[in-house]
């Protein structure tokens, strides 16, 4: 627009300034600081150039400090208890950031032999100027796993005096496996081998810790072989023997009787005895021959608040006894055992969209706990998907039960469950504010929007 031979030039130093300074509402840049220079620069007037559309993208802001404990005893989880919550980098000047959330830990796998490193989940930005920032992956940390100690107890038998020894014994009981875990499914190496320490002793009496167990291997578990008792039974004495029981912690028990019998006092002929009746738990064997034998079967112990007994291995006794006839008497010996195991509690899943898949433990819930038990859970799961729906998959893996009862219970941290929900979030859009010089025309245009 210079006219020919007049002497114009640009000068000064442009700026440029947005709209606005949060990432949010910019949208646009203006510009400033130009000036017109030379001989007939007096003769013209400069309008500044259109804005031009721009936006301002999140800073990034870096955590630092995040610790945990140098390793866990293995709960078959992959949840690392947080220490420290950290320290933000980078926030500009006068800005008002925090970290908010709360901060979960989790190891790269639950294995003792790979667990290795623990990445953090589970933070956000809160605060005036939040929104104006974008958190990064905090760095993982190393941490290991070390082996939870496993108790594997020789269950008590028994036999008549003159009989041999069967082979393997009662079997064995175990304490200490975790996650829903058993000597099927916790990846046990070897075969369980039990021996009798006093093998050349035959005569009637009761042995304390004499069956020796071992044999068993673990990449998990720390094993701790406990030795059990043996009962040689003496003639006219009744020998009751129980299939092993296992029963999940609340449910009511179920007992099968393998045998009732004694060894005549002559010691020539065992005598089996036939039930008569039985109810509930309570039981009448009887030998033909005028000898009968009432009692109720069961295994005592501390009940839980919620009325159960706990986890555990317990022996079966007979209680409330009734004996007739002559053909029999003393004390019979028991065998059998009761394993009480955790019980598998269920789950739902319901969180709000967030682009993440996450899943925080205040956004499960849990089903079957007994009324009076307390149990909570604690970390972090993950949804397959981060989209907003109905059916969506997540695993576990990352959550860990806590409570005074937490311990009679247990959640699948391997199997994805398919009832989760992520519902959608509610955005506010918001017309920013714009003016204009009056011409008696109608407004058209706008100066952006915001989501929020």
């Known amino acids: 627009g210079v006219l020919g031979g007049d002497t114009v030039t640009l000068g000064g130093t442009p700026a440029g300034v947005y709209n606005s300074k949060d990432v949010a509402t910019a949208v646009s840049v ?17 309008a500044m150039p259109a804005p031009v559309a721009a936006t301002i993208t999140p800073k990034t802001l870096t955590v630092s400090g995040l610790t945990v404990a140098a390793s866990k005893v293995y709960d078959g989880t992959t949840a690392a ?15 008002v950031v925090a970290i908010g959330g709360t901060a979960v830990g989790l190891y790269n796998s639950k294995d003792v032999v790979s667990a290795q490193t623990v990445s953090f989940a589970g933070l956000m930005l809160g605060g005036a100027d939040a929104r104006n920032y974008a958190l990064a992956a905090p ?41 829903g875990e058993t000597d099927v499914t916790a990846g046990l190496g070897g075969s369980l081998t039990i021996t009798r320490s ?16 071992g044999g068993l291997t673990s990449p998990n578990y720390a094993m701790n072989f406990v030795a059990g008792d043996y009962t040689i039974v003496p003639a006219g004495q009744l020998l009751v023997k129980v299939a092993n029981a296992s029963t999940a912690y609340g449910a009511a028990p179920t007992y099968t009787i393998s045998s009732v019998e004694y060894l005549t006092p002559s010691g020539s002929t065992l005598t089996s005895l036939t039930v008569g009746s039985s109810s509930g738990s309570t039981y009448t064997y009887n030998d033909s021959f005028g000898g009968s034998v009432t009692f ?35 004390t019979p010996t028991f065998v059998g055992n009761q394993a009480v195991t955790p019980k598998l509690l269920t789950s ?39 989209g ?32 989760g929900v992520i519902t959608t979030k509610t955005l506010t859009v918001t017309a920013l504010a714009a003016a204009k010089t009056y011409d008696g025309l109608a407004f058209v245009g706008g100066n952006g929007v915001r989501f929020v």
């Open 198 to 213: 006093n093998a050349a002793t035959g005569a009637a009496g009761t042995y304390a810790g004499v069956l020796t167990p």
């Open 388 to 419: 907003a729906g109905a059916g969506r998959d997540y695993t576990l893996g990352g959550i860990s039960l806590q409570g005074a009862e937490a311990g009679n219970y247990f959640i699948d941290t391997l199997n994805p469950a398919t009832n």
């Open 81 to 95: 208890v947080v220490t420290n919550t950290g320290v933000l980098a980078g926030i500009i000047g006068p800005d």
């Open 348 to 386: 739902s899943a319901t969180k709000r969209y967030d682009g993440t898949d996450l899943l925080a433990a205040a956004d499960l819930s849990l089903s079957g706990i007994l009324t009076g038990d307390t149990v909570t859970a604690a970390g972090a799961g993950r949804f397959v998907l981060t």
């Open 296 to 330: 109720t079967l069961g295994a005592t112990g501390t009940l839980t608040p919620g009325g159960a007994l706990p986890v555990g291995n317990y022996a079966l006794t007979g209680s409330g006894l009734s004996q007739t006839g002559g053909n029999f008497a003393g």
């Open 30 to 46: 203006s510009f400033s600081g130009l000036t017109l220079a030379g001989a007939s620069a007096a003769n013209y007037s400069l």
């Open 139 to 179: 760095s993982p940390v190393a941490a290991t796993i070390t082996k939870a100690a496993l108790t594997v107890t020789a269950n008590a038998d028994a036999r008549f005096v003159g009989q041999t020894d069967a082979i393997g014994f009662n079997g064995a009981s175990y304490a200490g496996f975790v996650a």
